[in-house]
C-alpha cells in the first residue's frame, strides 16, 4: 500500500517509526520550520527528523489543505495516517486516498476528544487510557473506530512517561489497522456521542497549582503537567516548580491550603491542603536544577506558617 503519514512531534515520530517497520512510508507531511526559544533558532518538527533519518521523502506546508493538496493528489496514496498533525484537513483533502484518512489518538474515545488527551487523563484522575484508530471526519476526532488498545496507567506515572508508552502503542495500533485495511478486513464502528468529553490545549498558565485541593487531585495535577508546562507556585518571590509531591498527611494537623508546616532538611518541604499534608518531593526554583526538597532547603530557608 501507498502510505502518506501526517504529524509533528515526539509522538508522531514515534508512531512512524514502528509504522515504517512493517509497512513502507512513501512521504511524509509535517509543518514548515519553525523559530523556537529566545534565540529564534530554526528548527524542524521531530516528525521530519525521523523521517529524514529513515530517508522518507518530506512534505512541509503550513495549511496542507490549502497549499498541498495537488502534491498529495500526484502521490495519489491508499491511505492517509495522521497522529499528533495539528492541521485541519478538508473535505478534498479527505477524499485524496483510496481508504481514507485513518488518525492516531491518544485516548479511548470517545473520551478525551481534542489536544491534550493524555494530560487530562492523569490531571483527571483516570485509571486507564489507551490509543483508538478512527477514521478522519471533519468534526473533531468524531470519526468512526477502526480498533483501540487500552492500557493501564501506572502508579506514579507522569503525562511524559505515559506520552512515551502511548506513543509505542499508537505504533502497533497502526500496524493492525493497516492490515485490517490491506486484507479487506477493516470495519468501522460509530462513536457515542452521549460519551464523548472534549479537552482542550495546555498553556503555561495551567501549570500554577492550587493547593485547596485534596492531595490525590494534586498528585494528579503534578504528574498531568510534567513535563510541560510543570506544575508550579510562587516561593519568596520566585517560581518555584513541584515534580513529585508524597502524601504525609497523618504526621500533621490540618491547616489553610498552602501552608508550609515544615521546612528543613529532615522532613523535607511540607505544605497543607484540602484535606491533609504533601511533601514538595522534587522542585525546581528558578535559574537551578532540579533537586530533591532537602537539597533546597539547604541553600533556600523557608518560613514555616508561609503561604504557597
Given at each position: 500500500m501507498k502510505i502518506v503519514f501526517m504529524g509533528t512531534p515526539d509522538f508522531s515520530a514515534i508512531v512512524l517509526e514502528k509504522l515504517h517497520q512493517k509497512y513502507p512510508v512513501c512521504a511524509v507531511c509535517t509543518g514548515t520550520d519553525?523559530?523556537?526559544?529566545?534565540?529564534?533558532?530554526?528548527?524542524?518538527?521531530?516528525?521530519?527528523?525521523?523521517?529524514?533519518?529513515?530517508?522518507?521523502?518530506?512534505?512541509?506546508?503550513?495549511?496542507?489543505?490549502?497549499?498541498?493538496?495537488?502534491?498529495?493528489?500526484?502521490?495519489?496514496?491508499?491511505?492517509?495516517?495522521?497522529?499528533?498533525?495539528?492541521?485541519i484537513l478538508s473535505e478534498a483533502l479527505l477524499e485524496v486516498p483510496k481508504f481514507g484518512v485513518l488518525n492516531v489518538h491518544a485516548s479511548l474515545l470517545p473520551k478525551y476528544r481534542g489536544a491534550s488527551p493524555i494530560q487530562?487523563?492523569?490531571?483527571?484522575?483516570?485509571?486507564?487510557?489507551?490509543?483508538?484508530?478512527?477514521?478522519t471526519v471533519k468534526a473533531v476526532d468524531a470519526g468512526d473506530i477502526l480498533l483501540a488498545k487500552r492500557t493501564d496507567i501506572r502508579e506514579g506515572e507522569t503525562a511524559g512517561?505515559?506520552?512515551?508508552?502511548?506513543?509505542?502503542?499508537?505504533?502497533?495500533?497502526?500496524?493492525?489497522?493497516?492490515g485490517l485495511v490491506e486484507s479487506g478486513n477493516a470495519t468501522f464502528t460509530a462513536q457515542d456521542e452521549s460519551e464523548a468529553t472534549h479537552?482542550?490545549?495546555?498553556?503555561?498558565?495551567?501549570?500554577?497549582?492550587?493547593?485547596?485541593?485534596?492531595?490525590?487531585?494534586?498528585?494528579?495535577?503534578?504528574?498531568?503537567?510534567?513535563?510541560?508546562?510543570?506544575?508550579?507556585?510562587?516561593?519568596?518571590?520566585?517560581?518555584?516548580?513541584?515534580?513529585?509531591?508524597?502524601?504525609?498527611?497523618?504526621?500533621?494537623?490540618?491547616?489553610?491550603?498552602?501552608?508550609?508546616?515544615?521546612?528543613?532538611?529532615?522532613?523535607?518541604?511540607?505544605?497543607?491542603?484540602?484535606?491533609?499534608a504533601v511533601r514538595l518531593r522534587e522542585v525546581q526554583a528558578e535559574g537551578s536544577r532540579r533537586m530533591s526538597d532537602s537539597d533546597f532547603l539547604r541553600g533556600n530557608p523557608v518560613a514555616i506558617g508561609s503561604i504557597l
Open positions: 519553525k523559530q523556537i526559544g529566545r534565540g529564534h533558532k530554526t528548527l524542524p518538527s521531530p516528525l521530519k527528523v525521523e523521517a529524514q533519518k529513515l530517508g522518507i521523502p518530506v512534505l512541509q506546508f503550513d495549511k496542507v489543505s490549502r497549499d498541498g493538496l495537488e502534491s498529495l493528489k500526484a502521490i495519489a496514496p491508499d491511505v492517509i495516517v495522521t497522529a499528533a498533525f495539528g492541521q487530562w487523563a492523569i490531571l483527571n484522575g483516570e485509571r486507564e487510557s489507551g490509543v483508538t484508530i478512527m477514521r512517561e505515559l506520552f512515551e508508552r502511548l506513543a509505542l502503542l499508537g505504533g502497533e495500533a497502526i500496524v493492525e489497522a493497516m479537552c482542550g490545549m495546555i498553556t503555561k498558565a495551567d501549570g500554577r497549582i492550587d493547593f485547596d485541593v485534596t492531595v490525590r487531585k494534586l498528585d494528579c495535577f503534578v504528574r498531568g503537567m510534567d513535563p510541560w508546562p510543570s506544575a508550579y507556585t510562587s516561593l519568596n518571590g520566585k517560581l518555584l516548580k513541584v515534580f513529585a509531591v508524597e502524601d504525609v498527611s497523618e504526621s500533621y494537623r490540618t491547616a489553610m491550603s498552602g501552608t508550609v508546616l515544615a521546612a528543613d532538611d529532615r522532613r523535607g518541604l511540607v505544605v497543607a491542603v484540602k484535606d491533609g
